[in-house]
């Protein structure tokens, strides 16, 4: 069931829709970042098996990295807040979307959203089945009694006519 933009249903649709956008993309940036944390770990790991200890600039420079991802993560939040409240700049949205991980998201946001469309209109249909078929069902009963009534008003004028018909024998 589409939402048009002027209801006043569009503005709750469309925050659910930009909460979900931002809980699906952190959700994946979380995965990332785990996903790299744990790469280093077992690099760092190999690396202390094999005897090599690293040096104080090798950890330094990984906790800069770290720290650099962290606040790029809270730049993407802060980001995506933003350009939820103004999705109607086009421009900024599309400059936004060059990377692969944003081009996933919204592969991902489109499947949920069309997802959710087809779930309300399949909800919709069936309503509106029940609907008729009550409906369908009320009007065959009012039909039949209609039809009975119909039905006993003819056989009372006959027997009012074979009644008043052996009255005069």
Known sequence: ???????????????????AAIKIQAGFRGYR??????????HRNASARNG????????????????????????????????????RDKNSSESDSNT???????KIQAGVRGFLVRKKQKMATDAATKIQASFR????????????????NAIN???LGFISFKHSL
């Not at 970042?33 to 077992?42: D, F, P």
């Not at 330094?60 to 720290?67: A, E, F």
């Not at 692969?100 to 919204?106: F, L, W």
């Open 137 to 152: 069902g009320f009007e065959a009963n009012v039909n039949v009694k209609v039809t009975l009534a119909n039905d006993v």
């Open 33 to 42: 970042v785990r996903k790299q944390l744990n790469h280093r770990t077992t």
């Open 52 to 87: 090599y200890h690293g040096s104080n600039s090798i950890l330094r420079r990984q906790q800069r990295h770290q720290l650099a991802m962290s606040s790029q993560v809270q730049q993407d939040n802060s980001n995506l807040a933003n350009s939820g409240r103004n999705q």
């Open 1 to 19: 069931m589409h939402i048009h933009p002027s209801s006043p249903n569009s503005d709750l649709s469309l925050q659910s829709e930009e909460s």
């Open 100 to 106: 692969v991980e944003d081009q996933c998201a919204i």
């Open 157 to 159: 004028a006959i027997g």
